[in-house]
Nanobody, 123 residues
Framework: VQLQASGGGLVQAGGSLRLSCAAS????????MGWFRQAPGKDREFVTA????????QYADSVKGRFTISRSNVKNTVYLQMNSLKPEDTAVYYC?????????????????WGQGTQVTVSS
């Protein structure tokens, strides 16, 4: 499946952004989906993931209570609602799709990646 991320931008600390990641076809519903981010000079890090049906989610401690992942298997899209943004959330955000049984926290568990969207939070 091919993925297209969008919705990034520049926002002040405390603000909100909603990222979207559209999949190319209806096989989307067979994938668990994740969001990762990568800041300059740092490794790509796990942000959040959601299961096939949308009921099971997992979050990095750094974003719990501020970010919410959701999906629409009708629209073939996964969303990341980001509230109470902090300067340390500044990064390129990537969506990813996986079909196996690997650890959702690990990038190697994902089969397809979107192109990334820049999120910049000013202080």
């Amino acid at each position: 499946v091919q993925l297209q991320a969008s919705g990034g931008g520049l926002v002040q600390a405390g603000g909100s952004l909603r990222l979207s990641c559209a999949a190319s076809d209806s096989t989307f519903s067979r994938y668990f989906m994740g969001w990762f981010r990568q800041a300059p000079g740092k490794d790509r890090e796990f942000v959040t993931a959601i299961g096939w049906g949308g009921r099971i989610t997992q979050y990095a401690d750094s974003v719990k209570g501020r970010f919410t992942i959701s999906r629409s298997n009708v629209k073939n899209t996964v969303y990341l609602q980001m509230n109470s943004l902090k300067p340390e959330d500044t990064a390129v955000y990537y969506c990813a799709a996986g079909r196996g049984l690997g650890d959702v926290l690990q990038p190697r568990s994902y089969d397809s990646w979107g192109q990334g969207t820049q999120v910049t939070v000013s202080s």
